[in-house]
């Protein structure tokens, strides 16, 4: 079965250091996500991508992140300068055309920022 | 504004018991109801989804009823077992992105 691949597993960075979050959807998706789960609570939505861009972004999502596309086949998700609260587990998801068949989530990456 | 409603854990249930997790939406239009499992130490599975009214989703012995009048998608396993113990979270999707409930554990004992 087609996997989302998140990369790297676990990562640990100092505060205001920047995090490059790496991901390899599916390969004939054309929808891209990123959420956010701090440890213990809710799914949080960050944001989609769609045909090269960004097509919808939470408050979350303010000018420390951004996200790419770079080759056709990773989606990323940069944090520019990492602050203590942005320690939390970071899904990736991608989507084929209709909603209805379901997203498929990577297995994230734990960000610890000390 | 959009948001899912789930009940609140953990539940603790012993091996064989029904399992009943309620989730309730609110939402504009129809959305497509889903409910994810996210095993310990694991990421996000989808376990079953539903895409209109009186739909029943299924998986794993796992159902769950798209209930437009209730709106309320609440989660049932007739007789559960250890392995079944995990975070439950439910969601929906309207516009595009998916909106989650802030989830519920449930832990089987032997």
């Known amino acids: 079965e087609p996997e989302v691949t998140q990369t790297p597993s676990h990562q640990v960075t100092q505060m205001g250091q920047e995090v490059i979050l790496r991901c390899v959807p599916i390969?004939?998706?054309?929808?891209f996500y990123w959420y956010r789960q701090i440890l213990g609570q809710k799914v949080e939505f960050l944001v989609s991508?769609?045909?090269?861009?960004?097509?919808?972004k939470s408050e979350i999502f303010d000018d420390q992140f951004s996200v790419e596309r770079p080759d056709g086949s990773n989606f990323t998700l940069k944090i520019r300068s990492t602050k203590l609260e942005d320690s939390a587990m970071y899904f990736c998801?991608?989507?084929?055309?209709?909603?209805?068949?379901?997203?498929?989530f990577g297995s994230g990456t734990r960000l610890t920022v000390v | 504004g959009d948001s899912v409603t789930q009940m609140e854990g953990p539940v603790t249930l012993s091996e064989e018991a029904f399992l009943t997790i309620n989730c309730t939406y609110t939402?504009?239009?129809?959305?497509?109801l889903f409910w994810y499992v996210q095993y310990p130490g694991e990421g996000l599975q989808l376990l079953l989804k539903?895409?209109?009214?009186?739909d029943k989703g299924s998986n794993k012995g796992f159902e769950a009823t798209y209930r437009k009048e209730t709106t309320s998608f609440h989660l049932e396993k007739g007789s559960v077992q250890v392995s079944d113990s995990a975070v439950y979270f439910c969601?929906?999707?309207?516009?595009?992105?998916?909106?989650f409930g802030q989830g519920t554990t449930l832990q089987v004992k032997p």
């Open positions: 998801a991608s989507r084929d055309t209709h909603v209805n068949y379901g997203y498929t």
């Open positions: 390969s004939n998706h054309l929808y």
């Open positions: 991508f769609y045909n090269n861009e960004i097509s919808e």
């Open positions: 939402a504009t239009g129809y959305p497509s």
């Open positions: 539903a895409t209109k009214a009186d």
């Open positions: 969601a929906f999707s309207n516009t595009g992105k998916l909106i």
